[in-house]
């Protein structure tokens, strides 16, 4: 038996496909769900949407800050395996759940498979950097995404025989979303191509005065040009609200703020933008494998072949350079990428076949 960990809405993404992959070829399967993102927009709705069952523990280890997030993890993921002794442990991404996961597991022996393993931002004041490299170094089997995760795990000291090549999952759960497309763009009064979709909650963009300002000046310059969609993410309506800028962030004219989105609803959304802004790993990827010119508005990346293979471009959050992006986009000139080898559908596949090799 194989325990699947997950705690947040990119982690449901990404399980599915491997998931998939496992029971076709007779695995039985544990889906663990920490409750990292325990309200149902961040997570109920995607297990529906990725036609994916109920999981099978629920550890309501959510809230708190890192230590206390990672400390409850930690706690509830060891008392699960000791319950029921897996063969093997399947992380995935870089949230708080995976690292506290593998920890668990690393403790009691138990084989650890990383999925997406071998991205690095190299900022170490990302949680998520944090997050990436312990969990790599505690990794018994490291699946990674793009070939240019390889040399990096090779740097760091990582056997070779370690590390299978699988491709992007992420890209098996969109292509999936984007074959049951959803009404959503009627329901919000858009019409394709002509909107901008914007989403920001890394705590560097939202959690303090200073950063937050300056992520609304982002966002004011982009809706200056184009009309912006903003499913707000939970963490930042709530900074917004103790930050005091919701006067501000009503004000913005062209901003169009909404709930968050299940998965069929925002794949939709954002595959008729003709921009994405974002601080989101995950949407960079997406963007690049539909090629939609994407904004990284942080100061770098950790899926560095989204800048050189594909669409996405770092601005941080300086306006100008943003207003030339936003202006090259009007104008037909967004940039346009090629398709990374193994974002095609079929990662989840040959995650399965290395997990069970």
């Known amino acids: 038996m194989i325990t699947l960990v997950a705690g947040t809405r990119p982690n449901f993404m990404k399980i599915a496909p491997v998931r998939a992959g496992l029971v076709d070829r007779g695995a039985t399967v544990r889906v663990v769900h920490t409750g990292q993102h325990f309200d149902s927009a961040m997570s109920d709705v995607f297990f529906r949407d990725l036609n994916m069952p109920a999981p099978d523990a629920l550890l309501n280890a959510g809230g708190g800050s890192h230590a206390e997030q990672t400390a409850a993890v930690l706690v509830r993921v060891e008392a699960d395996l000791l319950s029921h002794r897996p063969e093997a442990v399947v992380v995935v991404g870089d949230v708080t759940s995976t690292l506290a996961a ?39 089997l490291l699946l990674i995404p793009s070939h240019d995760a390889r040399a990096t795990l090779r740097g760091e000291g990582i056997e070779d025989e370690r590390i299978v090549f699988v491709g992007n999952v992420m890209i098996d759960s969109l292509l999936s979303a984007r074959a049951r497309p959803t009404d959503v763009l009627a329901r919000l009064g858009l019409a394709s191509g002509i909107y901008a979709v914007a989403t920001l909650h890394r705590p560097a963009n939202v959690d303090t005065a200073e950063a937050l300002g300056a992520t609304l000046a982002a966002l004011e310059t982009i809706a200056s040009k184009l009309p912006v969609v903003f499913p707000m993410h939970p963490r930042t309506v ?58 990284t508005l942080r100061q770098g990346t950790e899926r560095p072949i989204t800048v050189t293979s594909g669409t996405n471009t770092v601005v941080g959050l300086d306006c100008a350079t943003i207003a030339l992006e936003v202006d090259a986009v009007i104008a037909g000139k967004g940039k346009r990428g090629s398709v ?16 069970l090799a």
């Open 340 to 355: 990374p080898e193994g974002w095609d559908g079929c990662a989840g596949e040959r995650c399965a076949t290395a997990i």
């Open 102 to 140: 593998a920890l668990a597991a690393s403790k009691l022996g138990i084989p650890i498979v990383h999925v997406e393993a071998g991205l690095r931002s190299r900022d170490w004041t990302m949680p998520e950097e944090i997050n990436r490299v312990l969990t790599d170094r505690l990794s018994d």
């Open 238 to 295: 709530e900074r917004v609200r103790e930050l005091g800028f919701e006067e501000r962030l009503q004000a913005i004219d062209g901003l169009s703020m909404i709930p968050p989105l299940g998965y069929l609803d925002f794949a939709t959304l954002f595959s008729g933008a003709c921009l994405v802004a974002t601080d989101s790993g995950g949407i960079q990827e997406e963007t690049t494998a539909l090629g939609i010119p994407c904004l």
